[in-house]
């Protein structure tokens, strides 16, 4: 029988595992599989030279972005208007960029720490390392909290109700560490040592309990006898070639107004991201107040997106404003580059037509914004990049007792953005324990429970009206009273633990 060389094709296992991880989180049920890619990469970094770690690891990293940021193509080239060359280059640019990350994590692993990897090296240190990725991304350069192994759980029977408690970057940490600990054993077959084995039996017995009993729990409570609210959701489907188009804003006003009369009956009717091509004081007089009338008389409120100029300045905003009981503005406060600024504008300002797009010199909202209230309750808003940074969403619970998404997902077309966006809000949603209304331009708009099941949604590339209920909540969850103290706590016991084996093993 002839042994597989596996050491030697180490380059080709990390790239393919890479490759797998953004179709596992987003396969429903699948998402425990993202253990096996993560121990893909662990695997290949347990021996080798810090340069064959970072190359290893910048394949890993080729493979996840270049799967799973596959969209960005889309994005520049059907609708940014760039030459098909120059979107391929702008995609692999943004591709090997966000890989050269993992290559600088598996090149500081070989560097500092003994090769090949010890047992308590590779089952503490390795996952660590992972969650130090998913953190230093989303941060770095106004962060890209995208392809996150915790947020593909919120369909894992058990890893989901890990997220009220410690969020999406504490179960990223749980696939880590079982990823870790499947590799050290691995590893250890032909030894003699336990750390491993016992590291993997009291890992899987702690997320088979926690999960199992976390499961029964809901840490948060309907709000009150009237804790139902009817929703109709407008999802108008304009082209995002003919959105910004002058001669079709007037259709585009009257389709939404059109619509939105059509359900007068629903206690809240809510508009996507930039529903209208317009600034808000162009469309006050003649448009908005005529319909916030209409929306008093018939007791009513409505949430839309468009721009608002900031007066006196030529400061905009990327905005929702609420129209009938009250008149209230939020600003969104984390803004997409290249989208949605402009990165470097006196160098690249007009270097590419993508870059001259009308909506393309937001400024950003500032956060600890006051909530809005519509249909007598407070809310929290989000616009669609806002909902993959936790602490824009946490910010506004306990007091709201709803959330909403508005989002334009137009830019990306038939890829996986939607679906992945999709499910970034049920993520958060469970982490804060409040339903969703998401509201998208041309689809996947949907109605989220504060579990993050989705009760209904509407197809892609349809105009559509999603109409039901959703029930408001109350109360916290342990993530929503704590934070990220109860991670703090875990990294900080996983170190000191790494520490005292170090310790005694010099």
């Not at 890990?162 to 999406?168: D, K, M, Q, R, S």
């Amino acid at each position: 029988m002839i042994a597989w060389p596996w050491h030697k094709h180490k380059s080709w296992i990390s790239f393919i595992a890479g490759c797998s991880l953004p179709l596992f989180l987003l396969t429903p049920y699948l998402g425990l599989a993202a253990i096996l890619s993560l121990a893909g990469l662990f695997y290949c970094w347990q021996d080798g030279s810090p340069r064959q770690a970072a190359w290893r690891g910048w394949l890993f990293g080729l493979g996840m972005f270049g799967v799973g940021m596959s969209w960005v193509y889309v994005a520049f080239n059907e609708f940014g208007g760039m030459h098909p060359l120059i979107s391929g280059l702008m995609t692999v640019f943004c591709v090997a960029f966000l890989a050269s990350i993992l290559a600088g994590v598996g090149w500081l692993l070989k560097r500092f720490l003994p090769n090949p990897l010890s047992d308590i090296d590779g089952l503490i240190i390795l996952p660590l390392l992972w969650l130090g990725f998913e953190w230093f991304k989303s941060w770095f350069l106004t962060g890209f909290p995208w392809l996150e192994v915790g947020v593909g759980q919120v369909d894992s029977p058990l890893l989901s109700a890990f997220i009220p408690i410690i969020g999406a970057h504490g179960v990223s940490l749980i696939i880590a560490m079982l990823a870790a600990a499947l590799i050290s054993n691995y590893q250890t077959i032909k030894k003699s040592g336990i750390y491993a084995r016992v590291g993997l039996v009291m890992l899987i017995a702690a997320v088979y309990g926690g999960g199992t009993m976390l499961e029964q729990t809901d840490f948060v409570d309907s709000e009150g006898e009237n804790a139902n609210i009817d929703i109709a959701i407008i999802q108008a489907n304009i082209p995002q070639s003919l959105k910004w188009d002058p001669e079709q804003a007037s259709k585009t006003l009257a389709l939404y107004r059109d619509l939105t009369r059509e359900n007068w009956d629903a206690d809240l009717i809510v508009w996507p991201e930039n529903a209208l091509p317009v600034f808000y004081h162009q469309a006050l007089e003649t448009y908005l107040e005529p319909l916030a009338e209409e929306a008093r008389a018939r007791n009513t409120d409505i949430i839309l997106g468009l721009p608002v100029q900031e007066i006196g300045t030529e400061n905009y905003y990327n905005a929702a404003v609420s129209l009938g009981s009250e008149r209230n503005f939020y600003h969104k406060q984390r803004l997409v580059p290249f989208g949605e600024y402009l990165p470097l504008t006196s160098m690249l300002k007009g270097v590419i037509a993508f870059f001259d797009l009308p909506m393309s010199g937001f400024v950003p909202g500032k956060s600890g914004q006051a909530l809005l209230t519509v249909a007598g309750q407070p809310v929290g808003v989000s616009i669609c990049y806002d909902d993959a940074y936790p602490s824009v969403i946490r910010e506004t619970v306990p007091e709201a007792t709803m959330l909403i998404n508005m989002s334009n997902n137009a830019w990306y077309g038939n890829s996986l953005a939607p679906h992945q966006h999709l499910q970034i809000a049920r993520a958060r949603a469970l982490e804060v324990g409040r339903p969703i209304i998401r509201s998208t331009t041309n689809g996947i708009s949907a109605l989220i429970d504060h579990q993050g099941k989705i009760m209904g949604q509407t197809p892609q590339f349809e105009q559509a009206v999603l109409r039901g209920k959703i029930t408001l909540r109350q109360g916290e969850t342990i993530y929503v009273a704590y934070g990220r103290w109860i991670l703090w706590g875990i990294i900080t016991v996983m170190l000191g633990l790494w520490l005292i084996y170090r310790e005694r093993t010099a």
